[in-house]
């Protein structure tokens, strides 16, 4: 690491006390580079054993690493604190501005600790962090306002992130996530619910210094490099043409795209909520992470009438990607797209995981239609798939938990159906609700051992769709080799806090080469050693706090549906988790 | 003929501040304190973004304000700083209505465009592109 590279110092926040301070911790990042290598050590020093993840004791660490401002795609901020939804390793990535703007901040991480008394929002920038009063914004019925009111009560437009909860992370739903420039999530595992069990409504970090380099000849070579790679592959022009929802098509043409809570993997009206039919009766603007050329973020300019004065129109700009359109689509049967993107917008006013909603909703839909619940728990509304209006309203009763019904769903589904019954068809694999992808055996085995059950922990759904030579042939051995050596190597790109989209462009090669300017003399097998230890940091830190792969739950409903690959068997599941387990 | 700066095409401005980071680079630098020019989003990333940049004024308003006359009009438009002759008193970021004046928060100086159009080719989408223009119609 370069000497003057502020990359090593670390922002401590204590919110019980209303102090902060910055350390400097080469140790954290000379070896673990950064972002999720970093942030599990950070995690295992401030997380003692057992720690309830509502309570103070429960760190929020921020990290990032030493790519970010120096080169494009290196836009990731790396979230970790122990899960409320899963009781366990909460990780979680966002890029928008966020890693930029606490790069440019001069930290590597920032580390918030304790629980304020009353609320607050944290204003931070090179000399440390301000606490602001946040008790006018509690209780605020829109995330948007919340952003809103940072984006003009602070400065630093331009050089800065601003990242807010809703009102489901001020009420704990277990799924709450952080919403950053808008359109961007720290989502999955709920930092948001952290963020208010904290009384922290939100933060903005501005900064705008300069950062060494070790030669500045062959950091403009480099940069060029990968800045061409990244603005020539045919990969990253689709992520900018029809951004990810171009996915729809062909995993529904497969036979991959779960549909009304997974009873279909195939969805008759899915051309209706395709990116290609987005993209031309909706798209309304595209944006960008920072520093990142692709710009895969797809807004749809929506245009609604009021609905009892002629003449008077709404017309709201609505993020869009693949997974809300899967959980808030299909998974619920809908194919209505003002009304889907309505839906996306109430989840977003709340600030909840897209993916977990939908999941849930679903649930709740095929629950009711088997009679295991009712308009007794419903509150009187009668769930059908495709409802838009109903799922609104329960979007809200979620937040607003009028009973008992609506608080067991904003713990989950695996929860609700603890309570409910319907675990069969309970789509949740380690405590997450399941993302859209029925590809066969190694998409579910990567729901099922990543490290934070997430469809990118290793990407088992493009092992899936290799064709012939995917794992047609592969043994349960084969696919959990084929899995782990992917997820340690996306420990690396989680520690360089590189965009898994530009994973392509960033090769082992490159990779060594950027860090050479950035200060970083490695080898490939110091890389390789760094994916290594950071899988297995976390897995101890999993074990640790009571992960057991032998007790995970795999719901029938994923048995039944056929996949591509034909109908899964769970023997094969389990035997590929044991393996995993064991080469881990 | 002089070069300056132009926003061509606004509407395709997707905010990813690539022109940013390659106006630092340009002195191979990485980071964001020397860029000389700011994308901003328009009051929230739901309306778009202003590109910020000098746009080369035939008759500068900041060379006006310089006590030190550190600012000299260039033909064509525009300003040179004459960085010695800077006493950092920031009258010129005052005095330019597009807050296209940056300030080097190190050396407490001006940062102002070069018009060297470095940061053109890596706007991925033409929204700015390095304009040649007559000496004699430099009113635009």
Redesign the interface.
Known sequence: MLRDDPLSRVLYVDLSRRSSRVENRPDLFEKALGGAGAAIQILEEECPEGTDPMAPENPIVLAVGPLV??F?LASKTVAMFKSPHTGNLGESHAGGRSA?AI??AGYGAVVIRGASASPVYLSIDESGASFRSASALWGLRSSYTA??IL?ERESG???RAIMRIGRAGEKGVTYACVIT???RHFGRLGLGAVFGSKKLKGMVISG??????AN??S??EI?DAV?KAA?DSPLMKKYHELGTTMNVRPLNRIGAFPSRNLLQAKFEQADAISGERMAEEYLG???????????CIH?AALRIPHPSEPYFYKT??LGYDYEPIYALGSMIGGSDVPGMLLLMDEVEVQGMDAMSAGVILAWATEAFKQGLISTDETGGLALAWGDYPVYIEMVRRIVDQPNAFYRALGKGVDYAASVYGGEDFALAFGGNEMPGYHTGPAGYLTFLTGARHSHLDSAGYRVDQKGDAGNESMGPEAVAEALLTEERWRQVLSSLVVCFFARGVYTPDTVLQALRVAGFDMAGEDLNRLGTETLSRKYAFKTREGFDAANLRIPRRILETASPRGRLDEAFLRRAVACFMEKL | MAKRLSVIDIDRCVGCQSCMFACARRLGKGGLEDACIGVRSEGGMRRGFVVIVCRACPDPPCARVCPEDALIPRDGGGVKLKPDLCIGCGNCVRACPFGAIFWNRTEEKPLICVYCGYCAPYCPYDVIALEEREVSHAQG
Request: proline share 7%; hydrophobic share 35%.
């Open positions: 401002g120096l494009p930029v790069r440019m952003g809103d984006r437009a331009g050089h420039e808008t359109f705008r210094r300069s950062l060494p380099v500045r000849r950091y403009r940069y800045f603005t603007r595209r944006l960008a992470c920072a520093h990142c050329p692709v710009a807004l709201s700009m």
